[in-house]
């Protein structure tokens, strides 16, 4: 019979060792570092290091296939001269603004009417949120196709109500105008850009709407049962109860959106690749061009880190707005 001497030491040992493990994770702020690792790591790994090595390029004038030399900000005041980016400069702007506005406005409208009870009201819920699910490229493309210049489908619905013969009082109606080709809606400036914020309003749009109605279902219904005590109207009690009741969430989701349209390449990149005669080309347009069309990475990385103050900008205005909501 073979005995087994169990060493004391060692026994104390790993109880120690457990104790003190479960001793800190019970801390919560401890316990709050630790699961932050993973993420914190994800975040050096794949948006750190890119960051760091895109300033870096900005500085020099990396070409394709050399390791390029410092320039300092010979990059950024090229930039600035170039009529090419104040164009895209403001292109970008335009575009982020009036696609955001009216996602916001149109988001809003439609979360007040899913939020009201009628049948088959889940499954439009659902249905509303398919544009956001689609992928990207794969809407894009669709949308290519539907305003495309010969096979554009709002073109042949123009050329049916074109040709559509009208009857009234008994009388048959129809002028012979000739043949309407329709709009060239990415060959013309003017179109190319209405039709890159119309893609960009249909899929964003969804992400308004089914986060104004999740903020909607919170508002008591007690305070629209005092605003019709009261004998409040309907856009009454939108504006003094719903709005301010769901604000902080408005203003999170627009500035989130602000910041994803602020960005958009795929979008514009797959419809138009910026043209026609950069009339969309975006920052982020421009910055791949520069990057992978011309081969110069220090000028691309230059033109993209120009979104960087706005977008900080705009990050700061929305802290300040929700510290200032949580003190109030």
Known sequence: MTERFIDSRSVQTEQFKISWLTTV??????????LLI??????VVFIGYPFLLGV????????????????GLANFT????????????????????????????LGMWLAVLLNRKFMFSRATRAAVLLPFIVPTVLSTLVWLWMLDGTFSVF??????????????????????????RGPNWLGDPYYAMGSIIMANVWRGLPFFAISFLAALQT??????????????????????VTLPMIKPVAVVVVVFSFVITFADF????????????????LLATL????????????????????????????IILQLAYLRRQGVQ
């Open 219 to 240: 508002v008591p219904s007690e305070l629209y049962d005092a605003a019709d005590i009261d004998g409040a109207t309907g856009w009454k009690k939108f504006w003094h």
């Open 38 to 43: 993973p993420a914190f790591l994800l975040i």
């Open 155 to 180: 073109n042949w619905i123009l050329r049916w109500f074109w040709d559509l013969e009208i009857s009234a009082f008994g009388l048959v109606i129809k002028e012979d105008f000739g043949y309407i």
């Open 266 to 281: 795929q979008l514009v990149y797959i419809l138009t690749r910026g043209g026609p005669n950069n009339s969309t080309h």
């Open 287 to 314: 910055a791949y061009q520069q990057s992978m069309h011309t081969g110069n990475l220090g000028e691309g990385a230059a033109c993209a880190l120009f979104m960087l103050p706005l977008l900080l900008i705009v």
């Open 56 to 71: 870096w390029m900005a500085l020099t004038d990396k070409v394709v296939g050399t390791p390029g030399n410092f320039v």
């Open 78 to 105: 090229k930039l600035l001269d170039s009529d090419i980016f104040r164009v895209a400069a403001w292109n970008t702007v335009f575009f982020t603004v009036v696609a955001t506005a009216i996602k916001a406005a």
């Open 25 to 34: 994770l019970e801390d919560q702020r401890v316990l709050g570092y630790v």
